[in-house]
């Protein structure tokens, strides 16, 4: 069971990896939207994964 502070983090660091890739995509410059695109598919991977039970479990 998640906390209510654990899952706002999640949300605030999703809103910020797409901030980044909106304000790459502004600026017109290719690396940093790239990174930005990676930095935000991280991100998804990550949080996507935490809340699958493994077979450790």
């Given amino acids: 069971m998640h ?3 654990e899952a706002l ?3 605030l660091f999703l ?3 797409v901030v ?3 304000a790459s995509i502004r600026a017109g410059d ?3 939207t790239v990174g930005s695109v990676l930095v935000l ?3 998804v991977v990550f949080l996507a994964g ?3 039970p493994t077979r450790d479990r």
Avoid: D, H, Q, S
């Fill in 9 to 11: 983090a999640k949300w």
């Fill in 15 to 17: 809103a910020g990896a």
């Fill in 50 to 52: 935490r809340g699958r």
């Fill in 20 to 22: 980044f890739v909106v």
């Fill in 41 to 43: 598919a991280a991100c």
């Fill in 3 to 5: 906390n209510e502070g």
């Fill in 30 to 32: 290719l690396l940093f």
